[in-house]
């Protein structure tokens, strides 16, 4: 029997059997759509998250005294800075005090992270900033601070809560007591999508002087910015700072950071999967019942095919081929309905938890689960189908 | 004439409800090409398994069956289904039509396994339901057909590959006298015209009777034969 034939033969067969045969899709379909929906989620967060690395610029490097977060409890010091500027290929090293403050702004109190920065070396590090209203900060200011867009209008607030020259209080907590300052805004920044580690939407930037005698720093600074003087060098510059600074620091570059983020989306995006991946297995299992169910009914047509000259060969691929084109046409519409499913996660998500997911379907996905369906089909009609294949054809002829 | 068949010492055995059943026992026959034969016998007398062993459909516990001198369990079951194709046709009680196939689609059915291609298919069983006289109900389904038409699309299916053989088990037994006598005149005009040799079981002495051999058989044996015109 020819293929077209076989398919066609066995696709009459569905025909005849709608209602169950939709089930079955049903059950494809629930576990590709999941698989689908999952998949492009995670692939989202990746593209998002390296999106935003690529702010950071490929030959930044990020040091921090060891672990994520701000004001984690380590320092580095102005002396770790100096011996970081001696190291081959450092273009720009930069220091960074970074650390939450209670802060009121136009009559709301908020914890806030400021960040003391050297403008001039910093911005060249954070490319994106650009500034909306007013000014950057200067390297002298002791009195000037500048918002980023997220502080002064933070999301959901029609009006904007601060302008240029605004006063705005923070207050922190030290060993002596209670601590206040006064900063007047300098400047306003747009909107940048933020970047990673710092996002500067959410931060109050003030010079690296005047947070030094906020905090009450001394010599210790919080994270040092540095920039390699071209990509082949980001590793050795990367290799240098940790000899020099030793284990405890934790030196971070585009590169690292990229690649700990697609470990992580990875291993989301295994797991999830492995998850969905589950109800296909059931999906599958369905089909096994169904289509030993439909073998056991047709046992008669199955006779008469054989008795007209079928090989059990032919029998087994018609059989197979319904078992295919139930995970096909599942995977497929599986696709169809996972995009769906996936915009819809991501509104709820948006909605209740105010996080951005935007779900990207790429064609390896599509194919990926159009293929897992398909094979499931085909591994859960294995068994139906021969069966099928090995009926006794007398016997077969005589069934009722 | 040339032989055709030739079976020699067939036995069949199977177990039913736990006992060993001997549905043939020892039956050797030699048949002509272009014969019209029927096989009588009461109900359990081995009709239908010999014809099934006649037709490649079962193989015999012992003994051995020759088609065109072949020796059928030399053949692998691939090519026993081959041979039901090209060399045999049946025609069942209960026509054992698809169901959910218009009488075009069951007639081709013995050409899609042959992998004759679609437009010779076509062409060729809408010959064949014309030659048993369905030429204006092709495109219907076995439920909305007669029984004596049902009958008349087997037998189109029976003749689709142009077989040499065409073997009928009880082929009148569900229809009423006048129609299965209407089937049987057909088989024999084709008998006559294209000289296939036609096995009929039965154990309907009317059908019998317009056979030109019958071979009776009674449990599992061949226990007489008669030939018209002879008494």
């Known amino acids: 029997m020819k293929t077209l034939d076989t398919l066609l033969y066995a696709l009459d067969g569905v025909r005849e059997r709608k209602f169950r045969f939709a089930l079955n899709i049903i059950g494809i379909l629930i576990g590709g759509a999941a698989i689908t929906s999952l998949l492009a989620i995670t692939q989202g967060v990746n593209r998002d998250i390296s999106e935003q690395m690529e ?28 011996r970081v500027k001696r190291i081959p290929h450092v273009a720009l090293a930069t220091p960074i005090i970074s650390m939450s403050a209670t802060v009121t702004i136009g009559g709301r109190t908020g914890v806030v992270p400021i960040v003391g920065v050297v403008p001039e070396e910093y911005l060249q590090v954070i490319r994106n900033i650009e500034v909306a209203e007013g000014r950057f900060i200067r390297r002298g200011d002791m009195a000037a601070a500048v918002l980023g867009a997220n502080i002064a209008q933070p999301p959901g607030e029609e009006e904007s809560i601060a302008d240029v020259g605004s006063r705005i209080i923070v207050t922190i907590k030290t060993e002596e007591g209670i601590k206040r300052a006064t ?30 005698q906020l905090f009450d720093m001394g010599n210790k600074i919080h994270r040092i910015a540095v920039e390699a003087d071209s990509i082949e060098n980001v590793d050795y510059v990367v290799d240098a700072i940790e000899d020099e600074l030793g284990e405890s620091v934790l030196v971070i570059s585009a590169g690292f ?12 995006q295994v797991l999830l999967g492995g998850v969905a991946a589950i109800s296909l297995i059931v999906a599958g299992i369905g089909i096994v019942n169904t289509m030993t169910i439909s073998v056991m009914e047709r046992t008669r047509e199955i006779g008469i095919l054989k008795a007209v000259g ?20 599942g995977g497929v519409l599986g696709v169809l309905s996972g995009i769906f499913l996936g915009q819809v996660i991501s509104s709820i998500a ?16 599509c194919v990926t689960v159009i293929l897992f369906s398909s094979i499931t089909g085909v591994l859960s009609g294995l068994y139906p189908a021969w069966r099928a294949a090995n009926l006794n054809p007398v016997e077969a002829l005589r069934y009722e | 004439m040339t032989e055709i068949i030739r079976a020699e ?39 239908s398994t010999l014809l ?15 088609i065109r001198g072949v020796d059928l369990s030399k053949l692998s079951d691939m090519e026993l289904a081959e041979l039901r194709n090209r060399e045999i046709g049946f025609v069942f009680q209960f026509f054992n039509l698809i169901p959910r196939m218009d009488a075009l689609s069951n007639v081709e059915l013995p050409l899609a396994i042959a992998g004759v291609p679609r437009e010779e298919r076509r062409r060729r069983a809408m010959e064949l339901l014309k030659l048993v006289g369905l030429g204006d109900r092709m495109t219907h389904k076995p439920n909305e057909l007669s029984g004596g038409e049902q009958q008349r699309v087997a037998i189109a299916r029976a003749l689709a590959n142009d077989p040499s053989i065409i073997l009928c088990d009880e082929p009148t037994g569900n229809l009423d006298s006048k129609t299965g006598e209407e089937v049987i005149r057909l088989m024999k005009e084709l008998n006559l015209e294209s000289g296939k040799t036609f096995i009929i079981v039965t154990h309907d002495p009317a059908v019998a009777q317009m056979t030109e051999r019958i071979l009776y058989l009674h449990d599992g044996r061949i226990v007489g034969e008669k030939r018209r015109g002879m008494p």
């Not at chain 1, 032919?314 to 096909?328: H, M």
């Not at chain 2, 039913?16 to 034969?37: S, T």
């Open chain 1, 350 to 365: 948006q909605l209740t938890y105010n996080i951005v997911l935007s779900p990207y379907i790429t064609p390896t996905i």
């Open chain 1, 310 to 329: 079928a090989k059990n060969r032919d029998v087994l691929l018609i059989f197979l081929s319904e078992a295919f084109i139930t995970g096909f046409l």
């Open chain 2, 52 to 66: 099934h062993i006649l037709g490649a459909l079962d193989r015999p516990t012992e003994g051995r069956i020759l």
């Open chain 1, 183 to 212: 900063y007047r805004v300098a400047g306003i920044l747009k909107e940048t999508g933020g970047a990673f580690i710092i996002s500067p939407d959410d931060v109050i930037y003030i010079s690296l002087r005047a947070a030094q």
């Open chain 1, 257 to 268: 950071v990229r690649e700990t983020v697609g470990r992580i989306t990875t291993s989301l």
């Open chain 2, 9 to 47: 010492g067939l036995v069949k055995e199977y177990i039913q409800g736990g006992r060993p059943v001997r549905a043939l026992d020892g039956v050797d026959l030699v048949i002509e090409e272009g014969e019209f034969l029927a096989i009588m016998g009461p109900s359990g007398s081995g009709k």
């Open chain 1, 55 to 82: 702010l950071l610029g490929p030959t930044t490097i990020a040091i921090t005294p060891g672990g994520f977060g701000y004001g984690g409890k380590g320092f580095l010091t102005m002396r770790d800075l100096e």
